[in-house]
């Protein structure tokens, strides 16, 4: 069916919103559906997508029975004039050779002008069943690579089997939630789009993002609606999401399980609510969720794994358990290793979300240090430190070393992105250990370790700590424990204690 056609504004991109590609098989009306499944989801779809967008939503398909005929040209002519490709697969899409068509041409016509806006995709997976990678080698090249793009209307059940998302067969709820986080989604692709093009243009053409695996890990029942708009938010922006199964029943497995999915993974995030959630058969009855966060830590501390944990302000703990375990996250630096917690509502972390994943897939690009003049140490210190550091700052001046403090004032995008440039050309870091805690030392570690973990690969940076005033019990741990790279300036600074990192400088500035 050819769409009809219809007055470009307000939305000017292109004449029509999305084209449905499906199978004829999967709408077939049955006595307890007159309408079929595919019927029933574009008039939800176009429901909800309206919503969002505040106009009409267009969407078309074709909705002929088809033989042998020829390839409807048709079809294929109003591609170009059509933002994007809903494609409903199911193992009879895979099978036909039409669909794979529909499928083929819009890609091919999608890719003169960009397939992907931003990191969104403009070629959109709804997914009746899981994919085999048999079927997946089927679809054209742009979509085999990640078998995690697309929204599941499935669920499973007994095991292995599953069950198509149907009001029809019981789980109309999680049907229409799906349907609500699609065109969610869609919207905010054509709002880019919108924004984008001129009137009359096409959309602009986008690069591919770099691939990108994070771990969402699974969590308790109260938060289980949050992840699944969460995982449907990250595949649409282009992002390998794990587990992809349910995790293993007994703890050993899971943990194994969990240490292997986070290898994988460039960054992990965590979802902590008023439940507890479902305890693997193990030694300590922990929740997966503590397990989890568990397996986090040490991959974080191994490697710099970045993490992010939300947990809403003003949740209570159904169980004695879980309000442990979120004290004890609130209080502990430990728990909290190598991540940022988000005590915000969901909007919050999912900015929090989209700025971690940007700078993961956009490094900073390395800036060489300029010797004598460019700052080749980062003085990493709390604000309350300033004055005390001029002591250091000063005698690194007269050793041909300049020192750079942290940025301390302004918006928090641009603190970070400042203080990152400085770590990127720095030769080395010397963290100040004064008026800073032990939870500020812990927590700073953490930082550092993750973001030295995000650099361009050149080299080791040296980390220095140099201890300050006032003494604390820890900072006599460290020293009675010959912590490595070690300055302790309490008491007044004594400069031959410099020596070893004015030699780390000294040679980082002859290589240069």
């Known amino acids: 069916m050819q769409p009809a056609p219809r007055d470009r504004s307000p939305w000017t991109a292109f004449e029509q919103h999305a084209f449905i590609s499906y199978a004829h098989v999967d709408n077939l009306t049955t006595p307890d559906?007159?309408?079929?499944?595919?019927?029933?989801?574009?008039?939800?779809?176009?429901?909800?997508?309206s919503s969002e967008i505040a106009t009409e939503a267009r969407l078309w398909r074709d909705d002929r029975l088809r033989g042998n005929e020829v390839f409807g040209n048709e079809i294929v002519s109003q591609f170009p004039k059509?933002?994007?490709?809903?494609?409903?697969?199911?193992?009879?899409?895979i099978e036909s050779d039409w669909c794979l068509r529909e499928l083929t041409e819009f890609c091919a016509a999608a890719e003169r002008t960009g397939i992907f806006v931003d990191d969104k995709t403009r070629v959109v997976r709804v997914l009746l069943k899981p994919m085999s990678e048999e079927q997946r080698a089927r679809l054209p090249p742009a979509l085999r690579a990640d078998e995690s793009l697309g929204y599941p209307f499935f669920e499973e059940v007994e095991g292995k089997r599953t069950l198509r998302l149907d009001p029809t067969l019981g789980n109309g709820e999680a049907y229409r939630r799906s349907v609500m986080f699609l065109a969610e989604d869609l919207a905010e692709v054509i709002s880019r789009l919108d924004r984008s093009a001129p009137a009359g243009a096409e959309a602009p053409a986008a690069a591919t993002p770099p691939p990108l695996t994070v771990f969402l890990a699974e969590c308790g029942a109260d938060r289980r609606d949050d992840r699944e708009r969460l995982r449907a938010e990250l595949k649409a922006h282009l992002v390998q999401v794990l587990p992809e199964q349910r995790l293993p029943e007994v703890q050993d497995e899971f943990v194994a399980q969990v240490d292997r999915l986070?290898?994988?993974?460039?960054?992990?995030?965590?979802?902590?609510?008023?439940?507890?959630?479902?305890?693997p058969d193990g030694p300590g009855m922990k929740s997966g969720v503590v397990l989890q966060n568990e397996c986090a830590i040490r991959r974080s501390r191994a490697t710099g794994l970045p993490r992010l944990i939300w947990l809403p302000e003003g949740t209570v703990p159904t169980v004695e358990p879980q309000a442990q375990f979120i004290a004890a996250l609130k209080a502990s630096a430990e728990l909290q290793t190598g991540a940022d917690l988000i005590t915000g509502p969901l909007q919050v972390f999912k900015t929090a979300m989209h700025a971690s994943i940007a700078r993961l897939r956009q490094p900073p690009a390395a800036s060489p240090v300029d010797a004598p003049d460019a700052a080749a140490v980062y003085l990493l210190c709390d604000e309350k430190d300033r004055k005390a550091t001029v002591p250091l700052r000063k005698l690194l001046r007269e050793k041909g070393f300049e020192a750079a403090l942290p940025a301390f004032e302004g918006d928090a995008a641009a603190v970070r992105e400042a203080n990152q440039r400085l770590l990127v050309g720095c030769a080395a870091v010397l963290l100040f250990y004064g008026a800073g805690g032990e939870a500020w030392k812990r927590s700073t570690d953490n930082e550092l370790r993750k973001q030295l973990a995000m650099r361009p690969s050149g080299g080791e940076t040296p980390v220095w700590t140099a201890l300050g005033d006032p003494t604390t019990a820890h900072k006599d741990d460290l020293v009675d424990m010959d912590e490595p790279r070690l300055i302790d300036a309490r008491g007044g600074l004594v400069a031959e204690r410099l020596g070893p990192l004015l030699q780390t400088l000294a040679t980082a500035r002859a290589t240069r």
């Open 33 to 49: 559906d007159n309408r079929g499944w595919v019927t029933r989801f574009q008039q939800q779809l176009a429901s909800y997508l």
């Open 82 to 93: 059509t933002a994007l490709l809903i494609a409903v697969m199911s193992p009879r899409y």
């Open 262 to 279: 986070l290898e994988r993974c460039q960054l992990a995030i965590h979802l902590v609510g008023a439940s507890y959630g479902n305890v």
